[in-house]
T-cell receptor, first 112, second 113 residues
Framework: QKEVEQNSGPLSVPEGAIASLNCTYS??????FFWYRQYSGKSPELIMSIYSNGDKEDGRFTAQLNKASQYVSLLIRDSQPSDSATYLC????????????FGAGTRLAVHP | EAQVTQNPRYLITVTGKKLTVTCSQN?????MSWYRQDPGLGLRQIYYSMNVEVTDKGDVPEGYKVSRKEKRNFPLILESPSPNQTSLYFCASSSTSGDETQYFGPGTRLLVL
C-alpha cells in the first residue's frame, strides 16, 4: 500500500481559476509536509512546507493540513499557464527532510 | 550562485561495472540526500546525510552506497549496477537551521544495460 497518495491527473483548470491539489498519507505520526513543483525534464523545487494543522499562505499558494483526516492540500489561486507542472506531495515521519516519502505527483494543466 | 551540481548528467553503463555519481553543493548545507525518480513511482529517497560522517538509509537503499567525508560532497556509489537501477537520480541539500528550502541538483539519467 502506498504511503502517500495523489491523484495522477491531469487536473485541467482554466486560467484564473483556483487549482486544488490533494494528498493523503497513511502514517499518523507524520510530522512534516511538503509540496514540490516539477516542470517536465526539470528538478523538483520546493514551493510550500507545513507542519501544523490549518492553512499556510504564500502568495498565490495555500497549503492546508488536517492531521486528523491525514490529508494535505495545495490551493493555487489565479492559476496561470506557467503553473502547468507536476506537483509532488511529500511527507516526513521524523521531521525535516529525513525519511521523506513522496507521492507519485499530480499533473496540472492550466489552459488559457 | 547557490547551486547543487551533479556529474555526470547522463550515463550509460553495463551490468556490474562500478560507478559513482558525484554531488556537490556550495551553500555550506549540513543536510544532503539522494533520490531516484521512476515513472509512476515518484521520488524515492535512497540515502540521506545529516552532516559529515553521518548517513542513514532512506526508503530504497539496496544496491547503493554513500559517503560524506566533506560537507560539500555526497557521492552515490553503485558497486554492481543492475538494470533495475536504471532511473533518474537527484541529489538535494538543505540547511538544518534557518532557510529550510531544499535545493535539488539537475539530475543524472542512468541507463544500465
Amino acid at each position: 500500500q502506498k504511503e502517500v497518495e495523489q491523484n495522477s491527473g491531469p487536473l485541467s483548470v482554466p486560467e484564473g481559476a483556483i487549482a486544488s491539489l490533494n494528498c493523503t498519507y497513511s502514517d499518523r505520526v507524520s510530522q512534516s509536509f511538503f509540496w514540490y513543483r516539477q516542470y517536465s525534464g526539470k528538478s523538483p523545487e520546493l514551493i510550500m512546507s507545513i507542519y501544523s494543522n490549518g492553512d499556510k499562505e504564500d502568495g498565490r499558494f495555500t497549503a492546508q493540513l488536517n492531521k486528523a483526516s491525514q490529508y494535505v492540500s495545495l490551493l493555487i489561486r489565479d492559476s496561470q499557464p506557467s503553473d502547468s507542472a507536476t506537483y509532488l506531495c511529500a511527507v516526513s515521519l521524523t521531521g525535516g527532510y529525513n525519511k521523506l516519502i513522496f507521492g507519485a505527483g499530480t499533473r496540472l494543466a492550466v489552459h488559457p | 550562485e547557490a547551486q547543487v551540481t551533479q556529474n555526470p548528467r547522463y550515463l550509460i553503463t553495463v551490468t556490474g561495472k562500478k560507478l559513482t555519481v558525484t554531488c556537490s553543493q556550495n551553500m555550506n548545507h549540513e543536510y544532503m540526500s539522494w533520490y531516484r525518480q521512476d515513472p509512476g513511482l515518484g521520488l524515492r529517497q535512497i540515502y540521506y546525510s545529516m552532516n559529515v560522517e553521518v548517513t542513514d538509509k532512506g526508503d530504497v537503499p539496496e544496491g547503493y552506497k554513500v559517503s560524506r567525508k566533506e560537507k560539500r560532497n555526497f557521492p552515490l556509489i553503485l558497486e554492481s549496477p543492475s538494470p533495475n537501477q536504471t532511473s533518474l537520480y537527484f541529489c538535494a541539500s538543505s540547511s538544518t537551521s534557518g532557510d529550510e528550502t531544499q535545493y535539488f541538483g539537475p539530475g543524472t539519467r542512468l541507463l544500465v544495460l
